[in-house]
Structure formats: structure tokens, C-alpha cells
């Protein structure tokens, strides 16, 4: 049977202090920089682009020093073509003699590739927070799981064809092994991570454990601070802390995905969210919402446990349809001192739990089944975040030929799945062959993004801009990257590069 789900308690786990590692992981070679210098060979400092260098995601740098050498995110390339190609680049060439890896946050666009690490026999340490450490761990686990699944599918087809198999990019073993390489580290406490570096990690307001990087550097007979923004939220994010900002670098290599626009101000989102519950429970209605597992779905609880509070709406069933969600809201359960002013507030006037008493998890798939036969209202989350896959698929083939149904959309959807065509008003769909009429109200909310809009970008990086720092914009694609580099020189006379995917700059 289902059980009521309360935002209970996490399990404590630390991490571990592990030797260097000098073994050679994949994720290099032709066209992805040359990375062959070992410390000491070469008085320059050097930066080199492995991921997010014209594209999104697969957020990758090495940064190499006379006395170190630092890899900073091991992300996973998602979408495109060759993404596939990317992931799977050689190891013929890689990051020999590697002192450290630290780790910004845990999306699977920055942490993708870290078992790779453990199956090229890297034994040294990992940093990050702890909350990045859990999130990491429950991320990388998901992808090797659909690895196994979507291979499983791939290789029937090829053992009919009389093709050999197909191999994982990696499985559940090698993730256990690089998770036992986390060291974690707290918030704004420098702390030593290589040779002549010390690191400073701090709030990036992205998501929970997300930092921002501060690398204080010996090199040479001088001194040179680099700053990694990670990836940094919007500063009105709900539940989030604002991100922390620096007001000295040497060097500045900074996230632009939304370097070209502005996201639509936060509480009006909430507000149309707020009014499309309560007109759907005033008519008894199943309300079905594809939320991402981390982040968005926790998001969500806490909009209903205000609504709740505040007697919005009569409270009514939620059902957290997702064992990554669960787990995913578990892990935000433990780290309630990360949150911003307003929920602490909140918290103080009496537990959320009490609010979300009618919040019930069904991590079994026979639980899931058991909610096509439940009458409204009723609100059901269930993954995936842009109806791909998952449990989400199972509710629409149920209940989008239903008129009474009501579909919130609360992230982005990519061109082609299924989610867009919803948003588009498609009036049929295919969900697993059958052919489905959309009867059901679809409705887009687009101002939940965790990623900051452009203004918040340009403030983030005002105080920085006296210090005249050399600055590499990332994690964005052209249109993003293109905008904001034109906004900083127009407004602080710098000259923003723009790294190609392999790219090896000399830091002097």
C-alpha cells in the first residue's frame, strides 16, 4: 500500500579523504584538446574546454598549473546527434596525473561523465557539498539504470540482426565507486584540493548544494583567482537562496544560457499556477503535472503546502509519482537550512509536513496503476520533466481523452516529444502505439526556470568587472552567449571569449 509522504528526514552520510589518483580517464583526445603536459613542464597556467563550449551541456574544464592539474565538472553532453559520440570520446589521451575534480552541482549535464573516472582507475578525491554528494549519487545511479534499460531494447533489435551488443557508456558499480571518492566541503570555507590551490565553494541558488567556485592559485612566484560560476538561479527564485557573488578575479568562466532574455517574473507564475488548481478542484478534476525529479517536484510541494497554509483550496490528494522524486524530496528533507528566508519563516510557524498531510508517494509501479481509477480532485506528479518516458505516459494514455483532466506544464519541452505537442494544442497524440484524443485543458507555466534570466546574470557579474577579469562565457548556445558578450563590453569595456568545444587557452 501507498504511504503518507511528509517531507521526512534524510539519512547522514559523509564522504571520505582519498589519496590522489594518477590514473587516466576517458573524456579526451583528437579534438578535444591536448592534454599531455604534465606539472612542472610548463611554466603556463592552462585552460581547457571538455564540454559546454558552444553547447548547453557536458560542462567540462581542466584547468592545469605548474603544480596541478584541476578538473572542474564532468558532465554528460544531452541531445544533438553526436552526444552519444561525445560521451563516449577516447581515453587514449586523457587527463593523465589528475589531482582533484570538484563538482559545481549535481545535474547530470555536470556530473554525467564522472564514473568514467572510476573505470579508468582514477582514485583520487572528488569535492563538493553534501548536498551535491546526494544528489550526484541519486542522479548518476538513474542514468545507468536507463542505460541498462534502453540497451537492454537496442540490443534485442541488434541480436536479431545478428549485430554484437552493445556496451553502457557505464553501469551501477562503476558509479558506486567514484561516489566513495567524495570529499564534501561546506559552504564559504576555503579548503585545500591540489598543490598550491585552495578552493572556495558558494551559494549559487541553482539548486540544492549548487556553488559557485573560487580557486585561490600558487603559481609561479605570483597569485591568480579564478572564479567558476557553475550554473547560477534567477535572485527570486522560490525556496532557493539567492546566489553569491565575488568582487575580484584574474579569470571568469561563466554560465550564458539565458544570456539573451529574461524569464517571466516568478510570482506571476505562481499566481496562474495557484488559480489553475483551484479552478480544477472546484470542478473535481484529476490534475496531472510532468515534473523533473529534482528541483521542479519539490518546487511544487511547496506551492501546494502554501496553498494549503492558506486555506487557497480545500486539501485534497497529491501523489508523488515518481521513486526518483521520492527520493529526490528525501534528500531535500535533510538540507531544510539551504532554503531561503520565506520558507524558514515558514517553517517556523509550524512544520510543512502538517500541510502536506494528503501528500502520498507511490514508488511501486502496481501503487502507480492503482491512481487510473481514482476519481478528482486529485493532483498526480510523475516523471519525466518532458514527457519522454515514464510514469507521466501511463496518466495521459489514461486520462487525456478525458474532458474533466487538466495538464500543467511546468518546465521546458523540447522540440518533437510529446510535451511540445501538447503545449502546441496537438487534438491527437500516439502514447505507445495507441492513438489518444486530447480532451484535457493543457496549460504552460514558464516561470519556473532555475537558471538565471539576463539581468541576473549581468548583476552577478558587475562587482567582478572592476577587477578587469579575462572572462570565458559557457554553457550557453550562440544566441545566449553572443547577447550577454555584447552587454559586458558595451557595459565594462571587456571583451568576453567565446571557447569552441576542445578549446586550450594559456592563463599567462
Known amino acids: 500500500m501507498a504511504k503518507n509522504y511528509a517531507w521526512p528526514s534524510t539519512v547522514a552520510a559523509g564522504g571520505t579523504t582519498l589519496p590522489r589518483g594518477s590514473q587516466a580517464p576517458p573524456g579526451a583526445g583528437p579534438g578535444h584538446g591536448e592534454l599531455r603536459m604534465r606539472p612542472g613542464q610548463d611554466k ?37 546527434r553526436d552526444a552519444d559520440e561525445l560521451n563516449r570520446a577516447p581515453s587514449d589521451n586523457g587527463f593523465e596525473g589528475l589531482d582533484a575534480v570538484l563538482v559545481t552541482h549535481g545535474h547530470l549535464d555536470h556530473t554525467g561523465r564522472l564514473p568514467l573516472l572510476a573505470k579508468a582507475g582514477y582514485s583520487g578525491p572528488i569535492f ?17 539504470k536507463v542505460q541498462a534499460q534502453d540497451l537492454e531494447r537496442v540490443n534485442r533489435k541488434r541480436l536479431r540482426a545478428e549485430e554484437p551488443p552493445l556496451a553502457p557508456l557505464y553501469e551501477t558499480h562503476d558509479v558506486e565507486s567514484i561516489m566513495s571518492r567524495f570529499r564534501t566541503v561546506a559552504y564559504d ?11 572556495r565553494f558558494v551559494e549559487a541558488g541553482h539548486l540544492l548544494g549548487s556553488a559557485s567556485i573560487e580557486l585561490r592559485i600558487e603559481h609561479g612566484k605570483g597569485r591568480r583567482t579564478l572564479v567558476f560560476s557553475g550554473d547560477l538561479g534567477p535572485k527570486d527564485a522560490l525556496l532557493m537562496k539567492e546566489p553569491a557573488g565575488f568582487n575580484q578575479a584574474d ?24 488559480e489553475l488548481v483551484k479552478h480544477a478542484v472546484e470542478r473535481k478534476g484529476k490534475i496531472l503535472v510532468p515534473a523533473f525529479a529534482v528541483g521542479r517536484a519539490q518546487l511544487l510541494l511547496y506551492l501546494l503546502a502554501m496553498m494549503f497554509r492558506q486555506q487557497m483550496v480545500p486539501k485534497f490528494p ?36 502538517e500541510d502536506l498531510n494528503t501528500v502520498t508517494a507511490t514508488p511501486t509501479a502496481a501503487e502507480s496503476m492503482k491512481l487510473n481509477d481514482l476519481a478528482g480532485p486529485c493532483l498526480i506528479i510523475a516523471g519525466s520533466g518532458m514527457c519522454t518516458a515514464g510514469r507521466i505516459l501511463h496518466h495521459f494514455k489514461q486520462n487525456l481523452w478525458r474532458e474533466g483532466t487538466v495538464v500543467i506544464i511546468v518546465g521546458f ?39 538565471a534570466g539576463q539581468d541576473d546574470l549581468m548583476n552577478w557579474f558587475a562587482p567582478l568587472a572592476a577587477s578587469k577579469p579575462r572572462v570565458f562565457l ?15 563590453q558595451e557595459r565594462h569595456g571587456l571583451t568576453p571569449e567565446q571557447p569552441a568545444l576542445g578549446d586550450a587557452v594559456e592563463l599567462g
Not at 539565458?258 to 496562474?272: D, I, K, L, M, W
Not at 523540447?414 to 510535451?419: A, H, I, K, T, V
Open 128 to 144: 563538493g557539498t553534501e548536498a551535491t554528494r546526494e544528489i550526484t549519487g541519486l542522479i548518476l545511479k538513474d542514468s545507468a
Open 251 to 274: 579569470v571568469v568562466v561563466m554560465e550564458s544560457t539565458y544570456g539573451n532574455r529574461n524569464h517571466r517574473p516568478v510570482q506571476e507564475t505562481c499566481h496562474e499556477f495557484f
Open 318 to 353: 497529491v501523489f508523488i509519482d515518481s521513486p526518483m522524486a521520492i527520493e529526490a524530496t528525501r534528500i531535500y528533507s535533510g538540507h531544510l537550512e539551504l532554503f531561503d528566508a520565506e520558507f524558514q519563516a515558514m517553517r517556523q510557524e509550524h512544520p510543512l509536513a
Open 413 to 451: 519541452q523540447s522540440e518533437g516529444s510529446l510535451g511540445r505537442m501538447l503545449v502546441e494544442g496537438a487534438k491527437q497524440v500516439s502514447i505507445f502505439g495507441d492513438k489518444i484524443a486530447v480532451r484535457a485543458r493543457v496549460h504552460s507555466l514558464g516561470g519556473f526556470s532555475a537558471h
Open 44 to 80: 603556463l597556467m592552462k585552460l581547457t574546454f571538455h564540454g559546454a563550449a558552444g553547447q548547453v551541456t557536458g560542462s567540462a574544464y581542466l584547468l592545469e598549473t605548474d603544480q596541478a592539474r584541476v578538473l572542474i565538472d564532468y558532465g554528460m553532453f544531452q541531445g544533438g
Open 474 to 488: 559557457t554553457h550557453g548556445e550562440a544566441k545566449g552567449r553572443e547577447t550577454l558578450a555584447r552587454l559586458i
Open 189 to 199: 570555507e576555503p579548503v585545500p584540493v591540489a598543490p598550491g590551490m585552495r578552493a
